[in-house]
């Protein structure tokens, strides 16, 4: 079945510089990653997704980028706020699959 | 944040009790999910149901149970077999089993 490795576990930025965080999938079939948001406490909140016939997608200070060849898929946030702080989860599917959540990484955006 | 609500906010469970987690969701998804997340962890799949009257284990089934006999709701019973129970519970829904899942506010759970 599918697996999804998520990298960092932890990441620690300075306020306005920009946060990367990366996942790899294993099964090529899936084509679809959506990307969550968890604040401390709270509900995770879907963010921004892609599916595989794009190669990028952006929302405001937010994109997804995702290399179908390397299997691999990530979020990029510019002008990091301390409000970012959070968990967040990356996953993917496939036809008739359900999602496979990343572990996720924890975001620090220090001010 | 409304559509799929959670209920209790938080629940209590005395030692051999089997306790029982609400989830209701109005957005007419097919799919719902129960899901346990541990401190600092990110989310273990208990359960999930694709169609009324169906449903599947996920990862870490053993000690809890679930029920599927409406479209809009889907019940977590947290048995007594389940030695570690404590946890924050979310239940998710998707229109389909590949879409997009939407999360409720979560029950926590813990142990007297």
């Known amino acids: 079945g599918e697996n999804v490795e998520q990298h960092p576990s932890t990441l620690s930025v300075q306020e306005g510089d920009s946060a990367v965080i990366k996942c790899t999938y294993s099964?090529?079939?899936?084509?679809?990653f959506p990307w969550y948001k968890q604040e401390l406490g709270k509900r995770p909140q879907l963010i921004i997704d892609?599916?595989?016939?794009?190669g990028e997608k952006k929302d405001q200070r937010i994109a997804v980028t995702l290399n179908k060849t390397a299997k691999h898929f990530s979020l990029h946030i510019t002008e990091t706020q301390p409000e970012d702080s959070a968990v967040y989860f990356c996953?993917?599917?496939?036809?008739?699959?359900?999602?496979?959540f990343g572990a996720g990484t924890i975001l620090r955006v220090k001010s | 944040d409304g559509g799929i609500t959670q209920s209790p906010k938080y629940l209590f469970r005395k030692e051999g009790q089997n306790v029982t987690l609400s989830c209701e969701q109005n957005?007419?998804?097919?799919?719902m999910y129960w899901y346990r997340q541990d401190p600092g962890q990110g989310l273990r799949l208990i359960y999930y149901?694709?169609?009324?009257?169906?449903?599947q284990k996920g990862d870490i089934a053993e000690g809890y149970s679930v029920s599927r006999e409406k479209k809009e709701s889907f019940p977590l019973t947290v048995t007594s077999a389940q030695k570690n129970p404590t946890a924050f519970y979310l239940c998710?829904?998707?229109?389909?089993?590949?879409?997009?899942?939407?999360f409720g506010p979560g029950t926590r759970l813990l142990v007297l």
């Open positions: 998710a829904s998707s229109p389909s089993l590949e879409g997009s899942q939407y």
């Open positions: 099964d090529s079939a899936s084509n679809y």
């Open positions: 892609i599916r595989s016939n794009v």
């Open positions: 996953a993917a599917s496939k036809d008739g699959n359900k999602l496979v």
């Open positions: 957005l007419n998804h097919d799919a």
């Open positions: 149901s694709q169609i009324v009257n169906d449903f």
